[in-house]
């Protein structure tokens, strides 16, 4: 794998930790949690055109990677609805000339984090990646911790 790519994964792997933390009780914050959902696929879906020797767009807009990987990742057609649903968090949520009627955002938040998860996993598949990093624990299921990173 390339370093690009992987540098990619390893930030968006960032995002999924604190998303799953942003969920979790005692304390969510859910509306954070929707903008690293969104953020945690951006990044995955550009370190699969960095992959595929690509040119990667500086764009959060989710529609147009689903379109740019559509052929390299055809497993995430059924969940580009999905996807492009969690898209108008990376704006409305960090920009607060452009608000969103927010209200309690939980159930938005658990299915970004569904979304996100879901569509990790088929990216790090089409990666060729075995193991599947633990999102809580921050190590691949089944490796020992150290096993990560040695060389950086």
């Known amino acids: 794998m390339k370093p690009e790519t992987e540098a990619w994964i390893s930030v968006a792997e960032v995002d999924i930790r604190t998303a799953h933390r942003l969920v979790a009780p005692p304390d969510p914050i859910p509306e954070s949690a929707c903008y690293h959902a969104q953020q945690c696929i951006e990044k995955y879906l ?3 055109l960095e992959e595929a020797g690509r040119p990667v767009p500086r764009t959060h807009d989710l529609g147009r990677l689903l379109l740019l990987t559509d052929d390299l990742l ?3 057609a ?3 609805p999905a996807i492009e649903e969690i898209m108008p968090y990376v ?4 920009y607060p000339h452009d ?3 927010l209200g309690d955002m939980t159930e938005e938040a658990e299915q970004a984090v569904a979304t ?3 569509a990790r996993s088929v990216v790090r598949a089409a990666l060729g990646m075995t193991g599947d990093m633990s999102p809580r624990e ?3 299921c089944g490796e020992p ?3 990560i990173h040695e060389d950086s």
Not at 91 to 94: F, K
């Open 116 to 118: 996100m998860t879901s």
């Open 138 to 140: 921050g190590h691949i």
């Open 99 to 101: 608000p969103m009627e």
């Open 46 to 48: 550009k370190a699969t």
């Open 78 to 80: 059924s969940a580009w």
């Open 74 to 76: 055809p497993e995430l």
């Open 145 to 147: 911790e150290n096993s």
């Open 91 to 94: 704006v409305t949520l960090r």
